[in-house]
């Protein structure tokens, strides 16, 4: 039962803050990044480190309470809260320790995409993971992590070395290869559901300066860039990573106002090899396609392009997004594409396809739980508007999309570009693993404690 006395000694044994409903603070602490997610947890236990994860941990399966875990806060569903239980809340978590000798960062389950990015360039270091540097890391890896860095470093789980885990039960073990290897390869991939892990250690590689940036077409000139791009990428140097964008210019500066508004064809690109070799390697992309009407592709910091997006994304729009893994772009897909996105509500809403092929194909499909290594992209279709009432209208558009474009793609899709979609989905997607994730279930969280995420249930 919970009473004042419950929650005193909850309160007590935490050395972070315990957020309850009518407590300053709490309608802050509640927001999720995803504005169109509106939960009100019952308790968020602000966790500070290991100790309170386990005192959380054992509270919410003591008083049996719907439990969430929190890193950055998001997830497209809002699956770091939920209503009504206990939100545990590690994004004051965040130390991080970078070991230049030996290429490693460990890294707390706090942290953001721009906190790794940070401590690891004065290293001349980065760890392979997304392209947003507000993202949170820890559900970014956990349901499998990709970025500019995927095409020659693999996905986020490919990197990651081990992992410090709070357990259902409370207990705490570390995975890794040699030690819980099940629950180490459950967790590549998994997402958050066989428990809270509080430590992350990542395989760093030698980044600083690269050559990147955003080139945008008009989109008339839309399927010509597609039906190259898809022929330029299984070609072009690992080193080099271009996704491709069905977008509109933002109304906004620093882009020029004769181009605020129009709908586009983007390819948004990072290349981390030797900068003076560079130009040569983008060259096909200037010389082979029609002149673009904007091209911003220069050198730069790496955490600097990992930010380009950040002031056309502040917390709180409107977001709905479906993804699907993508084999191959054959015309009659574009076809669709093209006449979707022409009907995009918003200037925000985008088609974007992520390149995960490269050395994310030289990882076996069972080797860890993430399954599709097939697939050239990972697809997400993304309404997003800062107006609430367009909340519907953004997810029609997305549905919508997505049901033209499905016959075209692999099944299952990036778990972190799903809302919550159901039981056949999840199982689309992790395809042959997904028995043996049951199985991992079953032996570390059997009562399915850990349910607010892509939910592998118990068998
Ligand atoms: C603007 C934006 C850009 C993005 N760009 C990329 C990208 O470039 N590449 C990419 O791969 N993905 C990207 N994503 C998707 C992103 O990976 C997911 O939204 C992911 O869920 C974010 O993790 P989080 O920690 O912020 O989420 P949260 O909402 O905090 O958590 C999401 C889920 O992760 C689990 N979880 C979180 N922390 C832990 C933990 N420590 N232990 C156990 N489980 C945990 C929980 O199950 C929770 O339900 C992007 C998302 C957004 C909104």
Redesign the pocket.
Known sequence: MLNDTTLATLKASLRGELIQRNEPGYEEARQ???GMIDKRPRLIARCVDVADVITAVRFGRDHELLT?????????P????CDDGLVID?SLMKGIRVDPANCTVRVG?GC??GDVDHAGHVFGLAVP????S???????T??????YLTRQYGL?IDNLIEAD?VLADGSFVTAKASQHEDLFWALRGG????????SFVYRAHPVSMVYGGPIFWEVKDARQVMQWYREFLPQAPLELCPFLGLKTVPSTDPFPKEIWGKKICALISCYSGALEEAAAVIEPMRQELPPPILDWMGPMPFPALQSL?DPL?PKGLQ?YWKGDFVKELSDPAIDVHLEHAARAPGALSLMHL?PIDGVVHRVGPNDTAWSCREATW?MVIAGIDADPAQASALAAWARGYWEAVHPYTLGGA?V??MMEEGEERIRATYGDNYDRLVAIKNQYDPTNF?R???NIKPG
């Open positions: 999720l990044y995803n969430a875990i929190r890193g950055g806060g998001h997830n497209g809002g699956l770091g809260s590690l389950p953001t995409q993971a997304g392209i947003v507000t993202t949170g890391i820890a559900g970014l956990l349901g499998g992590g990709h970025g986020t885990v997402g958050g559901n066989f428990g809270v892990v509080t997006f994304l977001w992520y990972s990036y972190n570009f850990f607010v995420n892509q």
